[in-house]
């Protein structure tokens, strides 16, 4: 029978969803020539149209209950579901697509921005086997020379030594053809006194005897100096040495290497999050100091609020105090890997980090966020923002919000700024080298307000 009912499906053209009857090709034309029937909706024919139909009343479902999240037909609406929100299905379905085209963008939203982040990680990926083949490439020379160094240096002992051995074997051979040859008179002497010796005649004996028994004197010292074995020694113990300091160098060497390369290696384990969970692991209290506060901010809320008066509040004067622009940096120095988001109420703020020594005073640009080398900026205006460094503003896009979040990571030169609403959008990071602790910052115009957040 179930056979014989989906080859029906499939013999049928369409399948009209008002009054539920199925049509072939033929029998079309009331459908599409009446106007009685302009409002009908034909579609094509599956198993599951059975659902449209009310159980209970076999009517077309063409309501939908919002307060039990169901599909209806008219007569369950005066029925078991009086009295509940009830819309027409068409009207669900309208306002379901509009929050549907939301979850898409957000999607979409989210797809971009991980494909950025998997762009980031490929660059990233790029310069560290740049940066590993170049350390190789340029220790393997290092190591090259200092092994054709090494070469040379035993090649110049090698050398000294065999030289030294030439100049000492030919002095010693010398002195011994001398010895020989002294010998070899002694004996020539010895055998001339013996044979005197034995001489009987005594006038014959006394004649020969003074020119006999003269000896010359040897022009060589009776005791010889071996030096030979200490020579051998001396030269090992040099070179024993030189290997022994070279061993302590190396040593060290890869002590220093090892430490480098585990600084990468956390660096590279501690990569930027990606998800605001994963930020607020790095989430860090951040207070405003009243010291550094320009005289037209009052500070609340812990020292953690800022809003722009019309009038000079009460401050004594302070050395670190802003004189002419409306901005405070916060009482804690930031190193290390932070995290602290700013909410903000009205036209614009600017968002900063910047070191202790930025200027105080003066209405030049040295003491304004962003306009030095001393600091960072964003300013959030109700419809862009701008990034500023050293005087040079960009123009970024992104999503409005009225909370921005701000990512450092001060030993890798990372700062990140975010807008944060139900997602997190990147909307400008810095690479840069800090080289002393940071201060958050905040920059307020007229009628504005900036709170730097609780995270935990």
């Not at 020539?33 to 076999?58: A, D, W, Y």
């Not at 044979?195 to 006999?212: C, G, I, M």
């Not at 930027?272 to 609340?300: M, Q, V």
Request: net charge negative.
């Amino acid at each position: 029978m179930k056979a014989l009912e989906s080859c029906m499906v499939f013999l049928v053209s369409l399948v009209c969803l008002v009054c539920l009857v199925s049509y072939f090709e033929k029998h079309l034309q009331l459908h599409y020539g009446s106007p009685m029937f302009e409002h009908h909706k034909l579609v094509e024919p599956n198993e599951k149209l059975q659902e449209n139909i009310c159980s209970r009343h076999n009517e077309v479902m063409k309501m939908f209950c919002r307060t039990d999240q169901q599909s209806i037909c008219y007569l369950c609406s005066v029925d078991q579901h009086k009295g509940h929100d009830i819309v027409t299905a068409a009207a669900e379905r309208t306002e379901r697509q509009r929050e549907l085209e939301v979850s898409l963008h957000n999607i979409q939203q989210r797809i971009q921005d991980r494909e950025e982040d998997v762009k980031v990680l490929q660059q990233e990926v790029e310069v560290i086997n740049h940066s590993a083949d170049k350390a190789v490439e340029d220790s393997e020379k290092i190591f090259t020379q200092l092994i054709r160094l090494m070469e040379k240096r035993r090649s110049d002992v090698k050398q000294q030594v065999r030289s030294q051995q030439e100049t000492e074997v030919s002095r010693v051979k010398e002195l011994q053809k001398k010895l020989e040859q002294e010998i070899t008179e002694l004996k020539r002497k010895d055998a001339e006194l013996k044979k005197l010796s034995h001489t009987e005649d005594h006038n014959q004996f006394l004649h020969n005897y003074p020119s006999l028994s003269a000896l010359s004197e040897s022009t060589h010292s009776s005791s010889i100096n071996i030096c030979s074995l200490k020579y051998s020694e001396d030269v090992t113990a040099a070179v024993s040495e030189v290997r022994d300091k070279l061993q302590d160098v190396l040593r060290e060497m890869w002590r220093n290497i090892l430490v480098t390369v585990t600084e990468v290696d956390v660096l590279l384990s501690q990569s930027e999050p990606i998800t605001r969970a994963g930020f607020l692991k790095y989430s860090c209290e951040i207070t405003l100091d009243p010291n550094t506060a320009n005289k037209y901010l009052l500070l609340s809320e812990g020292n953690r609020k800022v809003t722009r008066m019309e009038d000079e509040q009460s401050y004594s004067d302070h050395p670190d105090r802003f004189m002419w622009f409306d901005q405070v940096l916060s009482r804690e120095s930031l190193t290390g890997r932070c995290y602290w988001e700013v909410e903000r109420r009205g036209e614009a703020v600017r968002v900063a980090v910047a070191y202790k020594n930025i200027s105080r005073s003066g209405s030049s640009f040295e003491s304004l966020f962003g306009c030095n080398d001393k600091s960072w900026s964003l300013t959030c205006y109700s419809g862009s923002y701008f990034f500023w460094h050293n005087n040079i503003t960009t123009l970024i896009s992104g999503p409005q919000s009225s909370r921005v979040g701000v990512y450092l990571d001060h030993s890798a030169g990372i700062l990140s700024f975010y807008s944060v609403s139900d997602t997190m959008t990147l909307l400008h990071r810095v690479q840069t080298t800090f080289t002393q602790p940071l201060h958050a910052g905040l920059r307020l115009y007229d009628g504005t307000t900036a709170e730097l957040c609780k995270l935990k």
